[in-house]
């Protein structure tokens, strides 16, 4: 990557994390979980440090916990009923166990337990890696940065092919995952969630786009660990530098072929003259700031990885339709009551435009 280093000052960068309001966190039983990790060595104490959950993040619950006197991430489930193979905890642990010395972007993991009678839920307690996460709005410090975006999207592309690089023998997880037919088995299990989320009733486009991706099936490219929810924030930054200090989120993560990585992070890669759905999702502020172009990310990552990128279309739009699903079920979950955090309520118009947008990549009508 290149560097920034000289042209932001640290102090003028807010890095501290937000934390949710009394009234807005979701409460856990953190009595029984300082019983639980007392029975096992662990000193927790939340009269004394009292556990904050993080702001950010749709998904997962996030706490910033003191375990032994050190401050650790906590990470949960969502509450109420988990899709099948989603917000995987032991997935996470599992990785996060492993590829430390091969990668050190990952934080490691420290305790997971499946109990899910401890919290409601299985969780695991992680390395803290403080630094700086960029979502959907640039911070103004920095988009006064010349070439701001050329440089954070090439950063991207280098640490995305950095998770493809690694040598899956060295950190024993060569036989991690079912690489064989991945592909088709997202495309049936995309499909299964969509349905679920939507009570039965999917919107037209976006039973359109599954029953594309039926018919027009890829193979799957050779294998390697990918992270499966690859996007700027989630990558922490030296806020001084901009290099990257933590690569964070990787309960989807799996052995699988790359260019799904690649498009996941492409899905959630806006750009100027996208409609309103992509625009107003806000997940990553590409749609100015000098980023370049999805397809100029292609040809990146293809020249940095060596990969094969032929069958990208293909990968493409099942990224898309996972998007839409991933956010009709966090919508399900508001309209069902199973949360109250306010801002999912936005997401049910958003969903629509998601799928009409895969629908149109797949009729190659843009990309």
Do not use: C
């Amino acid at each position: 990557m290149t560097s920034a280093a000289g042209s932001v000052r640290a102090p003028l960068i807010d890095t501290a994390p937000k934390f949710h309001s009394p009234e807005t966190e979701t409460l856990q039983d953190w009595a029984a979980l300082a019983r639980h990790l007392a029975a096992r060595g662990m000193r927790f104490d939340p009269e004394r440090d009292r556990p904050r959950q993080f702001a950010t993040g749709y998904g997962n619950l996030n706490y910033l916990v003191v375990l032994d006197g050190v401050t650790r991430v906590l990470r949960r489930p969502p509450m109420g009923k988990i899709p099948p193979g989603a917000n995987d905890m032991k997935r996470e642990h599992t990785i996060l166990s492993a590829i430390g010395s091969a990668f050190p972007l990952a934080p490691r993991s420290l305790y997971h337990t499946l109990d899910e009678s401890v919290i409601g839920g299985q969780f695991l307690i992680m390395e803290n890696r403080p630094g700086l996460s960029i979502g959907g709005t640039m911070p103004p410090v920095l988009a006064a940065i010349p070439n701001i975006g050329a440089t954070l999207g090439t950063m991207l592309v280098e640490v995305l092919a950095g998770v493809h690089g690694i040598d899956l023998a060295a950190v024993g997880l060569n036989a991690f995952g079912k690489p064989d037919g991945f592909l088709a088995r997202a495309t049936a299990g995309w499909r299964q969630r969509l349905m679920i989320a939507s009570d039965d009733a999917p919107p037209k486009a976006a039973l359109a786009v599954a029953d594309w991706l039926a018919a027009n099936p890829v193979p799957d490219g050779p294998p390697t660990l990918i992270h499966n929810d690859f996007k700027l924030d989630n990558v922490l930054l030296d806020p001084a530098t901009l290099e990257p200090v933590a690569l964070l989120d990787w309960d989807q993560g799996t052995r699988a072929d790359p260019l799904f990585d690649l498009a996941t992070l492409l899905s959630y890669w806006a750009e100027p003259g996208d409609p309103p759905a992509m625009l107003s999702l806000d997940q990553m502020p590409t749609a100015g700031h000098g980023f370049p172009r999805r397809s100029e990310v292609v040809e990146a990552y293809a020249r940095r990885s060596g990969r094969d990128v032929s069958n990208i279309l293909f990968q493409r739009v099942l990224a898309m339709l996972k998007l839409g699903v991933i956010f009709q079920q966090i919508y399900a979950r508001y309209r069902r009551g199973e949360s109250h955090d306010e801002r999912y309520a936005r997401f049910g118009p958003i969903v629509d435009g998601l799928f009409e947008f895969a629908h149109e990549i797949a009729q190659q009508r843009t990309f």
